[in-house]
């Protein structure tokens, strides 16, 4: 059993080996556009359709990125993997001529090269010690997978690296 004062050192080694999907964040704020990348993100409810992230409480770009009141939540692929880790980058220019993304009718920032994306309204902002946990409801999006095949991997984050995970391997059905 893990004493009390060794409960940060476990909790770091279990979630290191602990494979996270991969998500980034995209939204207008006051300054401008802002995108991170995020390894937070879960689904809450299928109808109506809701998901949750947190974001640390020492990110200038979480700080911002919570004064929206919208979220472009796009899923990268592997090949996707160049652009999941400039948004995870602090300091990095993320929107520009080197990047394709355009604007959406309704504000927010979306990359193009990632077919599969959400717009959300963000609905309920729960501080913490840490870090903020944020609830959206999607209001619109695609998902390319439900009209295409997996031509990429999906990009998860593992021990402190970025892996694609193949289809080889999966098996169907409902977690237990």
């Known amino acids: 059993m893990t004493d009390i004062s060794d409960m940060a050192d476990a909790f770091r080694t279990a979630f290191r080996n602990h494979p996270a999907g991969v998500a980034i964040l995209t939204a207008t704020t006051e300054t401008g556009p802002v995108a991170m990348t995020v390894s937070s993100l ?18 200038a770009t979480a700080a911002a990125l919570l004064t929206a009141q919208t979220v472009v939540i796009h899923f990268p692929r592997y090949e996707d993997l160049d652009l999941a880790s400039l948004c995870a980058q602090p300091g990095q220019a ?15 920032p979306r990359y193009r090269q990632i077919g599969t994306w959400f717009r959300g309204e ?17 209001l619109e999006g695609a998902c390319a997978a439900a009209t295409t095949p997996h031509s990429s991997e999906t990009l998860v984050y593992l021990d402190r690296r970025w892996r694609g995970l193949g289809q080889e391997g999966r098996k169907t059905g409902s977690p237990p």
């Open 94 to 108: 993320r929107f520009g001529a080197d990047h394709d993304w355009e604007t959406l009718p309704t504000g927010e």
């Open 122 to 138: 963000i609905q309920t902002r729960l501080p913490l010690e840490a870090a903020t946990l944020v609830t959206a409801q999607l």
């Open 42 to 59: 879960i689904s809450v409810s299928a109808a109506p359709p809701v998901i949750a992230f947190s974001l640390s409480n020492q990110s």
